[in-house]
């Protein structure tokens, strides 16, 4: 279960390694790779794609993850990177995030 | 063949339903090769995105606990390596896994339905002959271990009309004397 302080890993290459969600909307950069546009501490957007909690499908199907991954997002939805690692439910699409899945390279 | 509708309309009776199905697939349990239905068990996508599938909570729980199907008696992957079960035969060839979505084509779905059936058949006919082979040998053994018991203690055993004779060893004859026929007219209830 997700919640303010909790660390996050990330599943894109948007340059972040670490964030730590803050409010339910938001989160803050934690640890970043050095010399990128991202700065360390910076509040940024982030959408959970992968929990250890299970996540319950409205086709009946049942997920759970190794981990807790976000993708980073600007303020439209679109993935701050370029290329995410990792099957993506198929959740993300009806939640607008189609971006997202179309950068996926599997989709449950 | 696995039909990929996404959207399908249903026309029913004068309204348009639009309805928004997933595709369906029938997995296999990573741990025990059951197949997995939709709506049941769990699918673990660990973080090099393998995707392992269970079944149920047992096979799952298993799987946390590290076991090695291989080595997990009950599995169809230990029977498979053990040779408990049939692993090579032809109709094994009518079940791979198929990622191309076919167009629905009525006759088509319908003979396949049919010969699912009848491979179905003639499968698992297969494979009991398979485990039948199998545990001949042993029976076989038994029966010629059990002629020899039989031999070695015949001293043993007493002759069926012997045993008959002993009074001791079976119940007393008791004669019984039948009351005639009743009549079959209706008799009053005993009060």
């Not at chain 1, 972040?16 to 360390?40: D, F, G, W, Y």
């Not at chain 1, 959408?47 to 319950?56: M, Q, S």
Request: hydrophobic residues 35%.
């Amino acid at each position: 279960m997700i919640q303010p302080q909790t660390h996050l890993n990330v599943a894109d290459n948007s340059r972040t390694r670490e964030l730590m969600c803050i409010r339910v909307i938001e989160a803050m950069i934690k640890e970043a790779i050095p010399n990128t546009p991202l700065e360390r501490l910076e509040v940024i957007r982030a959408v959970i794609v992968y929990t250890r909690k299970e996540l319950k499908c409205d086709n009946g199907m049942i997920i759970r993850y190794d981990d807790n991954a976000t993708v980073v997002i600007d303020q439209e939805g679109n993935s701050k990177g370029t290329r995410i690692f990792g099957a993506i439910a198929r959740e993300l699409r009806q939640l607008n995030f189609t971006k997202i899945v179309l950068l996926a390279p599997e989709v449950l | 063949m696995i039909s990929d509708i996404v959207n399908v309309i249903f026309y029913l009776g004068n309204c348009v339903l639009l309805v928004n199905l997933r595709r369906m697939r029938l997995e296999k349990c990573w741990f025990c090769s059951s197949t997995v239905y939709p709506g049941h068990g769990i699918q673990f996508v660990r973080n090099d995105a393998k995707i392992f599938r269970f079944c149920r909570s047992k096979c799952h729980k298993n799987f946390k606990m590290k076991r090695n199907p291989r080595k997990v008696k009950w599995t169809k992957a230990y029977r498979r390596l053990h040779g408990k079960d049939m692993t090579h035969d032809s109709t094994f060839e009518f079940e791979r896994k198929r990622n191309r979505p076919e167009r629905y084509d009525r006759n088509l779905a319908e003979n396949t339905l049919k010969a699912i059936k009848k491979i179905d058949k003639i499968r698992s006919d297969r494979a009991s002959d398979h485990i039948k082979n199998r545990l001949k040998t042993g029976k076989v053994q038994r029966q010629k271990e059990a002629r020899k018991q039989l031999e070695q203690g015949i001293h043993l055993v007493k002759a069926p009309h012997a045993l008959a004779q002993d009074s001791s060893l079976c119940l007393p004859k008791i004669k019984v004397n039948v009351s005639q026929a009743q009549t079959e007219e209706n008799q009053p209830m005993e009060e």
